[in-house]
């Protein structure tokens, strides 16, 4: 019986799809989710130009469809599986062995981008079950990314060969110029992973010690990691988000920054947020910036966590004056009862500091950061520009740059991301 064979048994949704048995020593497989995506081929270009890793690998294209979707999608995803086909034979001698099937639409009415990842993730846990590697390396791309040419060297020197380290996210760029999308196009996108980059930042300036993106395209996990986190949901968006939270409790969960995946910045009505959303949001409006989170609701959080280590030493006695002090937005959407319960639930359930910090965390969590922003910015503070916000968080940093070019502003935040 291998490392997975319950969870596949209990939690697969489908029975095996690749009847083609796995080399033994494959160590990396790579999931696609695909929908209406005939140019596909631009993805495999790319990864076929990556340096050979020191095991073998594989890519699993799961090109699905929801049951509304229309005659066009679903002639273009017969397409994609024809020139998925025509690119195999043409490339006979790639390193990776690649594998394409289109889902049964009819079988399960909610195909989304999760059921799609889902269903990909779960047969490579399959395939790896087989060869008896728990170890092995399961990452995600979406069909309109490419790669830098080290993607697979770097997720095995930095994951594979790395026993501590479970899953990550991968360091990306959006293309900001070209001839492939209006500069509109090019513009909404900057603002967007302006965005990212600065809500990253301001996580880390609050002192939240789990600091990670949430891009579906750019995640590895290893196969016994993923079985211990349930497996992949089947949200239709979001998918990437709840399932980090579950992998980053764990443990040996980091940002991998050595190597670079290249989302596609073009809009997309696929999904009701993120990145494709976003970018048709914006160009619908025809919106001249972007606004985003106040950096005072950050500092309200750096405030509150800063107070960890006080929360663990307190007093039951002492908890209600230390509760008044809390920054408006916070005692908004923390009830004092509720609090207090809280901090004395978690204190009496660790048996010292540092035991308190990862409940408090735990509880505190990814999650209920989201719910805090979310409520504070419609009852306590006014969003604000991205190139606002972000500017101003580097003011708050002690960093030394000026300037109000989102541009200038993004390059700025990459540079403090990759050399973190």
């Known amino acids: 019986m291998g490392f997975a064979s319950t969870y596949l048994k209990e939690r697969a949704l489908f029975p095996e799809i690749i009847k083609e048995a796995p080399d033994k020593q494959t160590g990396i497989i790579i999931v696609v989710p695909a929908y209406n995506e005939p140019g596909i081929c631009k993805l495999l270009d790319s990864l076929a130009l990556c340096s050979e890793p020191e095991c073998n690998a594989e890519v699993i294209i799961v090109v699905n469809a929801p049951l509304d979707a229309v005659e066009e999608s679903i002639e273009n995803n017969k397409t994609t599986i024809k020139n998925i086909e025509s690119w195999k034979k043409e490339n006979s001698n790639c390193f990776f062995r690649l594998f394409a099937f289109i889902a049964d639409q009819q079988a399960i009415?909610?195909?989304g981008v999760g059921l799609a990842r889902k269903t990909g993730m779960d047969e490579a846990v399959r395939r790896f079950n087989c060869l008896d590697n728990p170890g092995g390396i399961i990452l995600n791309l979406d069909a309109d990314c490419q790669v830098e040419k080290n993607y697979f060297v770097s997720v095995c020197d930095e994951l594979l060969n790395k026993k501590d380290r479970t899953a990550c996210s991968i360091y990306f760029e959006h293309p900001l110029a070209g001839n492939d999308f209006p500069e509109n196009i090019y513009n909404y996108i900057t603002l967007y992973e302006?965005?990212?980059?600065?809500y990253f930042q301001g996580l880390a300036y609050s002192g939240f010690p789990y600091v990670f993106h949430t891009v579906g395209s750019a995640i590895a996990v290893k196969a016994l990691q993923y079985v211990?986190?349930?497996g992949m949901n089947r949200r239709q968006a979001g998918e990437d988000f709840y399932f980090i939270q579950k992998l980053?409790?764990?443990?040996?969960?980091?940002?991998?920054?050595?190597?670079?995946?290249?989302?596609?910045p073009r809009t997309s009505s696929r999904v009701p947020f993120g990145t494709g959303a976003s970018i048709g949001k914006l160009t619908e409006e025809n919106s001249p910036t972007l606004f985003t989170y106040n950096m005072l609701a950050f500092k309200e959080l750096r405030y509150f966590f800063g107070m960890t280590e006080k929360f663990y030493h307190f007093t039951p006695e002492e908890l209600p004056e230390c509760y008044k002090s809390f920054p408006t937005g916070l005692k908004y959407f923390i009830?004092?009862?509720?609090?207090?319960?809280?901090?004395m639930e978690i204190k009496n359930n660790t048996s010292g500091l540092a035991s308190f910090r990862k409940r408090f965390f735990g509880w505190f969590n990814m999650f209920r950061i989201v719910k805090y922003l979310n409520l504070v910015h419609i009852e306590i503070?006014?969003?604000k520009p991205?190139?606002?916000?972000?500017?101003?968080?580097?003011?708050?940093t002690g960093i030394d740059f000026i300037s109000k070019e989102p541009l200038n502003l993004l390059l700025y935040y990459r540079e403090l991301e990759k050399t973190s």
């Open 109 to 111: 009415s909610d195909w």
């Open 386 to 396: 991205v190139d606002v916000s972000a500017s101003e968080l580097l003011e708050n």
């Open 194 to 198: 302006l965005h990212l980059r600065y």
């Open 248 to 264: 980053v409790p764990a443990g040996g969960y980091f940002n991998l920054n050595s190597t670079t995946v290249y989302p596609s």
């Open 381 to 383: 503070f006014e969003k």
């Open 335 to 343: 009830d004092e009862i509720e609090w207090i319960g809280k901090m």
């Open 228 to 230: 211990k986190a349930g």
